[in-house]
Protein backbone atom coordinates (compact mmCIF):
# COMPACT_ATOMS: atom_id res chain seq x y z
CA UNK A 1 0.00 0.00 0.00
CA UNK A 2 1.05 3.27 -1.01
CA UNK A 3 1.68 5.93 1.92
CA UNK A 4 -1.06 7.98 0.49
CA UNK A 5 -3.39 5.51 0.61
CA UNK A 6 -1.95 4.83 4.31
CA UNK A 7 -2.85 8.01 5.02
CA UNK A 8 -6.05 8.20 3.33
CA UNK A 9 -7.09 5.23 5.71
CA UNK A 10 -5.94 6.83 8.54
CA UNK A 11 -7.68 9.46 8.04
CA UNK A 12 -10.99 7.67 7.46
CA UNK A 13 -10.39 5.47 10.53
CA UNK A 14 -10.55 8.60 12.35
CA UNK A 15 -13.53 10.23 10.16
CA UNK A 16 -15.16 6.66 11.18
CA UNK A 17 -14.66 7.08 14.48
CA UNK A 18 -15.81 10.35 14.59
CA UNK A 19 -19.33 9.30 12.68
CA UNK A 20 -19.98 6.91 15.01
CA UNK A 21 -18.24 8.54 18.11
CA UNK A 22 -21.31 7.30 20.73
CA UNK A 23 -20.29 3.69 20.03
CA UNK A 24 -16.73 4.39 19.23
CA UNK A 25 -17.29 6.12 22.98
CA UNK A 26 -18.77 3.15 24.20
CA UNK A 27 -15.93 1.01 22.64
CA UNK A 28 -13.34 3.02 24.08
CA UNK A 29 -15.13 2.67 27.74
CA UNK A 30 -15.19 -0.69 27.62
CA UNK A 31 -11.66 -1.17 26.53
CA UNK A 32 -11.06 1.14 29.35
CA UNK A 33 -12.79 -0.85 32.35
CA UNK A 34 -11.36 -4.69 30.39
CA UNK A 35 -7.53 -2.83 30.49
CA UNK A 36 -8.03 -1.33 33.95
CA UNK A 37 -9.54 -4.21 35.26
CA UNK A 38 -6.28 -6.15 33.82
CA UNK A 39 -4.23 -3.55 34.86
CA UNK A 40 -5.61 -3.88 39.00
CA UNK A 41 -5.37 -8.18 38.48
CA UNK A 42 -1.77 -7.27 36.85
CA UNK A 43 -0.76 -5.29 40.27
CA UNK A 44 -2.23 -7.11 42.43
CA UNK A 45 -0.77 -10.39 40.42
CA UNK A 46 3.18 -9.02 40.66
CA UNK A 47 2.78 -7.86 44.48
CA UNK A 48 1.16 -11.78 45.43
CA UNK A 49 3.96 -12.77 43.49
CA UNK A 50 6.58 -10.75 45.35
CA UNK A 51 4.81 -11.94 48.65
CA UNK A 52 4.49 -15.72 47.36
CA UNK A 53 7.98 -15.72 46.43
CA UNK A 54 9.14 -13.90 49.64
CA UNK A 55 6.88 -16.80 51.62
CA UNK A 56 8.64 -19.56 49.56
CA UNK A 57 11.96 -18.04 49.92
CA UNK A 58 11.42 -18.49 53.96
CA UNK A 59 10.55 -22.00 53.55
CA UNK A 60 13.47 -24.28 54.24
CA UNK A 61 14.28 -28.29 53.32
CA UNK A 62 16.76 -29.08 55.54
CA UNK A 63 19.52 -31.74 55.18
CA UNK A 64 20.92 -33.68 57.92
CA UNK A 65 24.59 -35.70 57.53
CA UNK A 66 25.08 -39.53 58.22
CA UNK A 67 26.94 -40.03 62.00
CA UNK A 68 30.40 -39.66 60.77
CA UNK A 69 31.35 -38.56 57.00
CA UNK A 70 33.58 -35.96 56.78
CA UNK A 71 33.87 -32.15 56.08
CA UNK A 72 35.21 -32.88 52.39
CA UNK A 73 31.70 -35.28 51.88
CA UNK A 74 29.78 -32.41 53.29
CA UNK A 75 31.20 -29.74 51.09
CA UNK A 76 30.75 -32.25 48.08
CA UNK A 77 26.96 -32.66 49.24
CA UNK A 78 27.31 -28.57 49.69
CA UNK A 79 28.36 -28.29 45.99
CA UNK A 80 25.68 -30.72 44.89
CA UNK A 81 23.19 -28.58 46.51
CA UNK A 82 24.54 -25.46 44.56
CA UNK A 83 24.31 -26.99 41.29
CA UNK A 84 20.85 -27.12 41.74
CA UNK A 85 18.76 -24.69 39.42
CA UNK A 86 15.90 -24.52 41.83
CA UNK A 87 17.78 -23.82 44.52
CA UNK A 88 17.92 -19.92 45.11
CA UNK A 89 20.14 -20.14 48.53
CA UNK A 90 21.43 -22.36 51.47
CA UNK A 91 23.78 -22.10 54.71
CA UNK A 92 25.52 -24.30 56.84
CA UNK A 93 24.02 -24.39 60.03
CA UNK A 94 26.24 -26.35 62.80
CA UNK A 95 25.03 -28.35 65.41
CA UNK A 96 26.35 -25.31 67.88
CA UNK A 97 24.22 -22.99 65.91
CA UNK A 98 21.46 -25.15 65.91
CA UNK A 99 21.52 -25.83 69.32
CA UNK A 100 22.05 -21.67 69.89
CA UNK A 101 18.45 -21.21 68.47
CA UNK A 102 16.68 -23.89 70.04
CA UNK A 103 18.17 -22.31 73.52
CA UNK A 104 17.16 -18.72 72.07
CA UNK A 105 13.15 -20.30 71.07
CA UNK A 106 12.92 -22.25 74.18
CA UNK A 107 14.29 -19.99 76.75
CA UNK A 108 14.69 -16.59 75.44
CA UNK A 109 16.97 -14.25 77.39
CA UNK A 110 17.18 -16.76 80.40
CA UNK A 111 20.48 -18.54 78.97
CA UNK A 112 21.37 -20.21 83.11
CA UNK A 113 17.43 -22.42 82.34
CA UNK A 114 19.55 -24.24 79.92
CA UNK A 115 23.26 -24.70 81.52
CA UNK A 116 22.11 -28.23 82.80
CA UNK A 117 23.13 -28.81 78.92
CA UNK A 118 26.23 -27.23 79.38
CA UNK A 119 29.08 -29.52 78.37
CA UNK A 120 26.56 -31.63 76.35
CA UNK A 121 24.98 -30.16 73.60
CA UNK A 122 22.37 -33.00 72.32
CA UNK A 123 22.06 -31.29 69.09
CA UNK A 124 26.06 -31.88 68.75
CA UNK A 125 25.00 -34.51 65.46
CA UNK A 126 22.57 -31.97 63.79
CA UNK A 127 24.76 -29.99 61.66
CA UNK A 128 22.88 -29.31 58.34
CA UNK A 129 22.04 -27.49 55.39
CA UNK A 130 19.25 -25.28 55.40
CA UNK A 131 18.13 -24.96 51.76
CA UNK A 132 15.63 -22.03 50.31
CA UNK A 133 13.71 -22.36 47.00
CA UNK A 134 13.23 -20.39 43.70
CA UNK A 135 10.07 -22.40 43.39
CA UNK A 136 8.43 -24.30 46.10
CA UNK A 137 6.61 -26.31 43.78
CA UNK A 138 9.93 -28.09 43.22
CA UNK A 139 10.10 -29.16 46.66
CA UNK A 140 9.56 -32.74 46.46
CA UNK A 141 12.18 -33.15 43.40
CA UNK A 142 14.68 -31.70 45.32
CA UNK A 143 13.67 -33.67 48.75
CA UNK A 144 13.94 -37.43 46.97
CA UNK A 145 17.12 -35.69 44.85
CA UNK A 146 18.64 -35.06 48.12
CA UNK A 147 17.73 -38.34 49.91
CA UNK A 148 19.79 -40.28 47.48
CA UNK A 149 23.04 -38.67 48.28
CA UNK A 150 25.44 -40.71 49.68
CA UNK A 151 26.32 -38.96 53.22
CA UNK A 152 23.19 -38.08 53.56
CA UNK A 153 21.15 -39.12 56.56
CA UNK A 154 17.61 -37.25 56.41
CA UNK A 155 16.11 -34.64 54.58
CA UNK A 156 13.12 -32.38 56.12
CA UNK A 157 10.93 -30.75 54.63
CA UNK A 158 7.14 -28.78 55.10
CA UNK A 159 5.69 -30.31 52.70
CA UNK A 160 2.10 -29.42 53.85
CA UNK A 161 3.24 -25.59 53.22
CA UNK A 162 4.64 -26.02 49.97
CA UNK A 163 1.43 -28.10 48.59
CA UNK A 164 -0.30 -25.07 50.25
CA UNK A 165 1.51 -22.73 48.54
CA UNK A 166 1.48 -24.33 45.49
CA UNK A 167 -1.82 -24.91 45.18
CA UNK A 168 -2.68 -21.22 46.77
CA UNK A 169 -0.38 -20.36 43.77
CA UNK A 170 -1.90 -21.90 41.38
CA UNK A 171 -5.71 -21.39 42.32
CA UNK A 172 -4.71 -16.90 41.90
CA UNK A 173 -3.61 -17.97 38.20
CA UNK A 174 -6.73 -19.30 37.27
CA UNK A 175 -8.92 -16.57 38.61
CA UNK A 176 -6.09 -14.08 37.17
CA UNK A 177 -6.27 -16.01 33.55
CA UNK A 178 -10.28 -16.61 33.42
CA UNK A 179 -11.24 -13.10 34.28
CA UNK A 180 -8.56 -11.63 31.56
CA UNK A 181 -9.87 -14.29 29.02
CA UNK A 182 -13.78 -12.70 29.95
CA UNK A 183 -12.74 -9.68 29.77
CA UNK A 184 -11.02 -10.33 26.31
CA UNK A 185 -13.69 -11.49 24.67
CA UNK A 186 -16.16 -8.89 25.40
CA UNK A 187 -14.16 -5.95 24.57
CA UNK A 188 -13.12 -7.83 21.16
CA UNK A 189 -17.13 -8.33 20.63
CA UNK A 190 -17.78 -4.65 21.77
CA UNK A 191 -14.86 -3.75 19.25
CA UNK A 192 -16.55 -6.16 16.45
CA UNK A 193 -20.08 -4.22 17.29
CA UNK A 194 -18.28 -0.74 16.45
CA UNK A 195 -16.93 -1.69 13.53
CA UNK A 196 -20.18 -3.55 12.31
CA UNK A 197 -22.03 -0.68 12.71
CA UNK A 198 -19.03 1.55 10.64
CA UNK A 199 -19.35 -1.40 7.83
CA UNK A 200 -23.12 -0.70 8.04
CA UNK A 201 -23.12 3.18 8.05
CA UNK A 202 -20.40 2.97 4.92
CA UNK A 203 -21.88 0.06 3.27
CA UNK A 204 -22.61 2.21 -0.01
CA UNK A 205 -19.45 3.53 0.20
CA UNK A 206 -17.96 -0.17 0.01
CA UNK A 207 -20.23 -1.16 -2.27
CA UNK A 208 -19.05 1.89 -5.11
CA UNK A 209 -15.33 1.20 -3.55
CA UNK A 210 -15.27 -2.41 -4.74
CA UNK A 211 -17.08 -1.79 -8.27
CA UNK A 212 -14.42 1.17 -8.83
CA UNK A 213 -11.63 -1.23 -8.12
CA UNK A 214 -10.24 -1.08 -4.80
CA UNK A 215 -7.84 -3.35 -3.50
CA UNK A 216 -9.51 -5.68 -0.61
CA UNK A 217 -6.72 -3.94 1.86
CA UNK A 218 -7.80 -0.26 0.63
CA UNK A 219 -11.17 -0.78 1.92
CA UNK A 220 -10.20 -3.25 4.90
CA UNK A 221 -7.51 -0.75 6.12
CA UNK A 222 -9.57 2.16 8.30
CA UNK A 223 -11.89 -0.33 9.62
CA UNK A 224 -8.52 -2.05 11.35
CA UNK A 225 -7.64 1.72 11.76
CA UNK A 226 -10.94 2.31 13.58
CA UNK A 227 -10.21 -1.18 15.76
CA UNK A 228 -6.45 0.00 16.43
CA UNK A 229 -7.26 3.07 17.52
CA UNK A 230 -10.16 2.43 19.58
CA UNK A 231 -8.00 -0.60 21.38
CA UNK A 232 -5.18 1.68 21.73
CA UNK A 233 -6.95 4.73 23.22
CA UNK A 234 -9.06 1.97 25.81
CA UNK A 235 -5.19 1.04 26.66
CA UNK A 236 -3.73 4.34 27.28
CA UNK A 237 -5.89 6.16 28.82
CA UNK A 238 -6.61 3.29 32.25
CA UNK A 239 -2.74 3.01 32.29
CA UNK A 240 -2.21 6.98 32.89
CA UNK A 241 -5.28 6.50 35.63
CA UNK A 242 -3.95 3.42 37.30
CA UNK A 243 -0.51 4.85 37.34
CA UNK A 244 -1.56 7.60 39.42
CA UNK A 245 -3.51 5.36 41.70
CA UNK A 246 -1.05 3.04 42.07
CA UNK A 247 1.20 5.70 43.30
CA UNK A 248 -1.01 7.28 45.85
CA UNK A 249 -1.84 3.77 46.84
CA UNK A 250 1.29 2.68 47.82
CA UNK A 251 1.57 6.00 49.76
CA UNK A 252 -1.92 5.77 50.99
CA UNK A 253 -1.36 2.17 52.52
CA UNK A 254 2.20 2.93 53.87
CA UNK A 255 0.66 5.84 55.64
CA UNK A 256 -2.45 4.37 56.86
CA UNK A 257 -1.67 0.47 57.55
CA UNK A 258 1.43 0.45 58.79
CA UNK A 259 0.85 -3.24 59.98
CA UNK A 260 0.42 -4.14 55.81
CA UNK A 261 3.48 -2.42 55.23
CA UNK A 262 5.59 -4.28 57.55
CA UNK A 263 4.10 -7.71 56.08
CA UNK A 264 5.04 -7.55 52.72
CA UNK A 265 6.96 -5.01 50.84
CA UNK A 266 4.72 -3.05 47.70
CA UNK A 267 6.61 -3.78 44.44
CA UNK A 268 7.44 -0.41 43.33
CA UNK A 269 5.11 1.28 40.24
CA UNK A 270 8.16 1.09 37.97
CA UNK A 271 8.64 -1.98 38.39
CA UNK A 272 5.08 -2.80 37.53
CA UNK A 273 4.64 -0.23 34.99
CA UNK A 274 7.68 -1.60 33.05
CA UNK A 275 6.03 -4.56 32.15
CA UNK A 276 2.51 -3.64 32.63
CA UNK A 277 3.17 -0.96 29.59
CA UNK A 278 3.96 -3.12 26.77
CA UNK A 279 1.42 -5.62 27.88
CA UNK A 280 -1.75 -3.33 28.12
CA UNK A 281 -0.67 -1.76 24.53
CA UNK A 282 -0.37 -4.94 23.09
CA UNK A 283 -3.44 -5.90 24.29
CA UNK A 284 -5.38 -3.13 23.15
CA UNK A 285 -3.91 -3.14 19.96
CA UNK A 286 -4.06 -6.80 19.54
CA UNK A 287 -7.83 -6.50 20.67
CA UNK A 288 -8.57 -3.84 18.26
CA UNK A 289 -7.26 -5.74 15.32
CA UNK A 290 -8.53 -8.85 16.33
CA UNK A 291 -11.75 -7.69 16.69
CA UNK A 292 -11.93 -5.45 13.53
CA UNK A 293 -10.30 -8.41 11.65
CA UNK A 294 -13.03 -10.50 12.93
CA UNK A 295 -15.95 -8.43 11.98
CA UNK A 296 -14.61 -7.49 8.53
CA UNK A 297 -14.36 -11.47 7.64
CA UNK A 298 -17.69 -11.64 8.98
CA UNK A 299 -19.82 -8.93 7.63
CA UNK A 300 -17.44 -7.52 4.58
CA UNK A 301 -17.14 -10.39 1.77
CA UNK A 302 -13.21 -8.68 0.56
CA UNK B 1 -13.88 -6.61 -26.06
CA UNK B 2 -16.59 -8.19 -24.82
CA UNK B 3 -17.59 -11.71 -25.64
CA UNK B 4 -19.79 -13.92 -24.11
CA UNK B 5 -19.85 -17.97 -24.84
CA UNK B 6 -22.78 -20.11 -23.55
CA UNK B 7 -23.38 -18.34 -21.10
CA UNK B 8 -25.64 -18.97 -18.37
CA UNK B 9 -26.79 -18.36 -15.02
CA UNK B 10 -28.98 -20.03 -12.40
CA UNK B 11 -29.48 -18.96 -9.11
CA UNK B 12 -29.30 -20.84 -5.80
CA UNK B 13 -32.56 -21.01 -5.86
CA UNK B 14 -32.98 -22.85 -8.84
CA UNK B 15 -34.01 -19.90 -10.54
CA UNK B 16 -32.49 -19.24 -14.53
CA UNK B 17 -32.10 -16.08 -15.03
CA UNK B 18 -29.62 -16.42 -18.41
CA UNK B 19 -29.57 -18.99 -20.52
CA UNK B 20 -27.09 -19.66 -23.61
CA UNK B 21 -26.51 -16.23 -24.38
CA UNK B 22 -23.66 -15.65 -26.93
CA UNK B 23 -22.70 -12.41 -28.10
CA UNK B 24 -19.43 -10.26 -28.93
CA UNK B 25 -19.45 -6.32 -28.43
CA UNK B 26 -16.73 -4.57 -30.45
CA UNK B 27 -14.33 -2.26 -29.35
CA UNK B 28 -15.59 1.36 -29.43
CA UNK B 29 -19.35 0.20 -29.69
CA UNK B 30 -22.29 1.79 -28.26
CA UNK B 31 -24.75 -1.37 -27.48
CA UNK B 32 -28.16 -1.31 -25.80
CA UNK B 33 -29.15 -4.27 -23.47
CA UNK B 34 -33.09 -4.44 -23.77
CA UNK B 35 -35.97 -6.32 -22.02
CA UNK B 36 -38.87 -5.94 -19.51
CA UNK B 37 -38.06 -5.91 -15.74
CA UNK B 38 -36.53 -9.71 -14.89
CA UNK B 39 -35.51 -10.15 -18.21
CA UNK B 40 -31.55 -10.90 -16.95
CA UNK B 41 -30.12 -7.58 -17.81
CA UNK B 42 -29.06 -6.98 -14.44
CA UNK B 43 -27.66 -10.25 -14.14
CA UNK B 44 -25.50 -9.64 -17.26
CA UNK B 45 -24.13 -6.21 -15.70
CA UNK B 46 -22.98 -8.66 -12.83
CA UNK B 47 -21.56 -11.59 -14.76
CA UNK B 48 -19.32 -8.34 -16.84
CA UNK B 49 -18.24 -6.47 -13.61
CA UNK B 50 -17.44 -10.42 -12.18
CA UNK B 51 -19.71 -9.84 -9.05
CA UNK B 52 -21.04 -13.80 -9.77
CA UNK B 53 -19.62 -16.11 -11.70
CA UNK B 54 -21.68 -17.70 -14.81
CA UNK B 55 -22.99 -21.55 -13.90
CA UNK B 56 -21.87 -22.48 -17.79
CA UNK B 57 -20.03 -20.89 -20.40
CA UNK B 58 -17.41 -18.44 -20.70
CA UNK B 59 -17.31 -14.52 -20.69
CA UNK B 60 -13.84 -12.27 -22.16
CA UNK B 61 -13.86 -8.56 -21.35
CA UNK B 62 -10.93 -6.89 -22.29
CA UNK B 63 -9.81 -10.01 -24.00
CA UNK B 64 -9.21 -11.53 -20.43
CA UNK B 65 -11.34 -14.73 -19.41
CA UNK B 66 -13.09 -13.97 -16.26
CA UNK B 67 -12.87 -17.69 -14.82
CA UNK B 68 -8.92 -17.00 -14.55
CA UNK B 69 -9.38 -13.63 -12.65
CA UNK B 70 -8.26 -14.46 -9.09
CA UNK B 71 -9.86 -12.64 -6.18
CA UNK B 72 -7.15 -10.71 -5.73
CA UNK B 73 -7.22 -9.67 -9.32
CA UNK B 74 -10.83 -8.84 -10.06
CA UNK B 75 -10.33 -5.10 -8.43
CA UNK B 76 -7.17 -4.36 -11.55
CA UNK B 77 -9.72 -6.21 -13.79
CA UNK B 78 -12.77 -3.74 -12.92
CA UNK B 79 -10.25 -0.97 -13.13
CA UNK B 80 -10.89 -1.01 -16.72
CA UNK B 81 -14.97 -1.14 -16.62
CA UNK B 82 -16.73 2.11 -15.51
CA UNK B 83 -20.28 1.39 -13.95
CA UNK B 84 -23.26 4.17 -13.90
CA UNK B 85 -26.45 3.32 -12.18
CA UNK B 86 -29.84 3.80 -11.90
CA UNK B 87 -30.26 5.79 -8.42
CA UNK B 88 -26.58 7.65 -8.89
CA UNK B 89 -24.83 5.91 -5.61
CA UNK B 90 -23.04 9.47 -4.72
CA UNK B 91 -21.65 9.64 -1.39
CA UNK B 92 -23.66 12.01 -0.10
CA UNK B 93 -21.80 13.81 2.35
CA UNK B 94 -19.26 14.98 -0.23
CA UNK B 95 -19.20 17.83 -2.68
CA UNK B 96 -19.42 16.47 -6.42
CA UNK B 97 -15.40 16.68 -6.40
CA UNK B 98 -14.58 14.71 -3.97
CA UNK B 99 -17.16 12.41 -5.86
CA UNK B 100 -15.19 12.19 -8.46
CA UNK B 101 -11.54 12.69 -6.71
CA UNK B 102 -13.09 9.23 -4.73
CA UNK B 103 -12.56 7.02 -7.77
CA UNK B 104 -9.36 7.85 -8.12
CA UNK B 105 -8.36 8.06 -4.50
CA UNK B 106 -9.42 4.23 -4.48
CA UNK B 107 -7.02 3.25 -7.01
CA UNK B 108 -4.45 4.82 -5.18
CA UNK B 109 -4.00 8.01 -7.75
CA UNK B 110 -0.90 10.78 -7.01
CA UNK B 111 -2.74 13.69 -5.53
CA UNK B 112 -1.41 15.73 -8.54
CA UNK B 113 -2.98 13.62 -11.55
CA UNK B 114 -6.10 14.24 -9.12
CA UNK B 115 -6.39 17.59 -8.89
CA UNK B 116 -5.81 17.81 -12.53
CA UNK B 117 -8.16 15.24 -13.73
CA UNK B 118 -11.18 15.52 -11.72
CA UNK B 119 -11.60 19.80 -13.23
CA UNK B 120 -11.55 17.70 -16.77
CA UNK B 121 -13.76 15.35 -16.31
CA UNK B 122 -16.34 17.98 -14.69
CA UNK B 123 -16.07 20.37 -17.13
CA UNK B 124 -16.86 17.60 -19.85
CA UNK B 125 -20.00 16.34 -18.35
CA UNK B 126 -20.51 20.29 -18.10
CA UNK B 127 -20.43 20.08 -13.99
CA UNK B 128 -17.14 22.44 -13.53
CA UNK B 129 -19.28 25.05 -11.93
CA UNK B 130 -20.64 22.81 -9.55
CA UNK B 131 -17.92 21.25 -8.08
CA UNK B 132 -18.15 22.22 -4.39
CA UNK B 133 -22.10 21.15 -4.80
CA UNK B 134 -23.09 18.30 -2.46
CA UNK B 135 -25.69 15.38 -4.34
CA UNK B 136 -28.30 16.84 -2.86
CA UNK B 137 -27.94 20.31 -4.02
CA UNK B 138 -28.32 18.89 -7.75
CA UNK B 139 -30.92 17.70 -9.98
CA UNK B 140 -31.09 13.71 -10.85
CA UNK B 141 -29.75 14.76 -14.31
CA UNK B 142 -26.83 16.25 -12.59
CA UNK B 143 -26.16 14.12 -10.16
CA UNK B 144 -26.17 11.20 -12.96
CA UNK B 145 -23.70 13.38 -14.77
CA UNK B 146 -21.39 13.23 -11.27
CA UNK B 147 -21.94 9.46 -12.00
CA UNK B 148 -20.68 9.41 -14.74
CA UNK B 149 -17.68 11.45 -14.32
CA UNK B 150 -16.92 9.31 -11.38
CA UNK B 151 -16.83 6.24 -13.70
CA UNK B 152 -14.98 7.47 -16.24
CA UNK B 153 -12.46 9.67 -14.04
CA UNK B 154 -10.17 6.80 -14.52
CA UNK B 155 -10.44 6.32 -18.32
CA UNK B 156 -11.83 2.60 -18.45
CA UNK B 157 -11.90 1.06 -22.15
CA UNK B 158 -15.79 0.33 -20.98
CA UNK B 159 -18.62 2.01 -19.85
CA UNK B 160 -21.67 0.04 -18.18
CA UNK B 161 -24.53 1.72 -17.52
CA UNK B 162 -27.16 0.20 -16.05
CA UNK B 163 -30.71 1.80 -16.25
CA UNK B 164 -29.02 5.45 -16.46
CA UNK B 165 -32.13 7.29 -17.39
CA UNK B 166 -34.67 5.35 -14.77
CA UNK B 167 -34.63 8.32 -12.54
CA UNK B 168 -34.80 10.91 -14.76
CA UNK B 169 -37.43 12.92 -16.73
CA UNK B 170 -37.28 12.67 -20.33
CA UNK B 171 -35.36 16.25 -21.33
CA UNK B 172 -32.60 14.96 -18.49
CA UNK B 173 -32.90 11.14 -19.67
CA UNK B 174 -32.17 12.52 -23.33
CA UNK B 175 -29.56 14.69 -22.10
CA UNK B 176 -27.60 11.83 -20.44
CA UNK B 177 -28.07 9.76 -23.31
CA UNK B 178 -26.14 12.15 -25.62
CA UNK B 179 -23.70 12.74 -23.04
CA UNK B 180 -23.12 8.91 -23.16
CA UNK B 181 -23.00 9.42 -27.39
CA UNK B 182 -19.96 11.78 -26.63
CA UNK B 183 -18.41 9.75 -24.61
CA UNK B 184 -18.22 6.78 -26.97
CA UNK B 185 -17.80 8.80 -30.05
CA UNK B 186 -14.18 9.32 -27.88
CA UNK B 187 -13.61 5.66 -28.23
CA UNK B 188 -14.94 3.88 -25.03
CA UNK B 189 -17.24 1.15 -25.41
CA UNK B 190 -20.88 2.12 -23.77
CA UNK B 191 -23.22 -0.67 -23.22
CA UNK B 192 -26.39 0.65 -22.23
CA UNK B 193 -29.14 -0.98 -20.34
CA UNK B 194 -32.26 -0.18 -20.53
CA UNK B 195 -36.10 -0.64 -20.98
CA UNK B 196 -36.35 2.86 -22.35
CA UNK B 197 -37.78 2.30 -25.73
CA UNK B 198 -37.64 5.57 -27.16
CA UNK B 199 -34.70 6.57 -26.56
CA UNK B 200 -33.57 2.62 -27.51
CA UNK B 201 -35.25 3.57 -31.29
CA UNK B 202 -34.51 7.29 -31.75
CA UNK B 203 -30.60 6.29 -31.54
CA UNK B 204 -30.12 4.13 -33.55
CA UNK B 205 -27.48 1.75 -32.04
CA UNK B 206 -26.80 -2.13 -31.65
CA UNK B 207 -29.80 -3.19 -29.42
CA UNK B 208 -30.12 -6.39 -28.17
CA UNK B 209 -33.02 -7.49 -26.64
CA UNK B 210 -33.44 -10.20 -24.13
CA UNK B 211 -36.42 -11.72 -22.79
CA UNK B 212 -36.68 -14.50 -20.28
CA UNK B 213 -33.10 -14.81 -19.96
CA UNK B 214 -32.23 -15.73 -23.91
CA UNK B 215 -31.14 -13.00 -26.55
CA UNK B 216 -34.52 -12.71 -28.88
CA UNK B 217 -33.16 -10.10 -31.28
CA UNK B 218 -29.57 -8.70 -32.02
CA UNK B 219 -30.29 -5.37 -34.43
CA UNK B 220 -27.02 -3.56 -35.46
CA UNK B 221 -27.64 0.03 -35.96
CA UNK B 222 -28.37 0.88 -39.79
CA UNK B 223 -24.38 2.96 -39.99
CA UNK B 224 -23.07 -1.02 -39.64
CA UNK B 225 -25.25 -1.67 -43.07
Known amino acids: MKLRSIMYSIGQGFKSIWRNKMFSLASVATMTACIFL ?71 GNKELAESFADDNPLADSDNYQIFMNDVSSQQKLVTYLSKLQGVREVHQSEAAARTLTDFSRLISVIFGSVIIILIAVAIFLISNTITVGISVRKEEIAIMKLIGAKDSFVRAPFIVEGIVIGLSGSIIPLIILWFMYKNLIVYIASKYQFLSNLFKFVPETSVFKTLVPIALILGVGIGYIGSRFTLHRHLNV | MIKMEHVSKTYQTGMPALSDINLHIRPGEFVFITGVSGSGKSTMIKLLLDEMKPTKGRIFVNGKNLAGITRRNIPYFRRNIGVVFQDFRLLQDRSVYDNVAFAMKVVETSNKKIKKSVPEILSMVGLAAKYRSLPKQLSGGEQQRVAIARALVNQPKILLADEPTGNLDNPNGWAIMKLLEEINEKGTTVVVVTHNLEFVEKMDKRVITIKKGQIVSDKESSEEF
Open chain 1, 38 to 108: FGIFFSLGVNFSGMLKNVEESVAVTVFFEKGITQEQKDAIGNDIKARTEVSSYKYVSGKQAFDTVIKDFYG
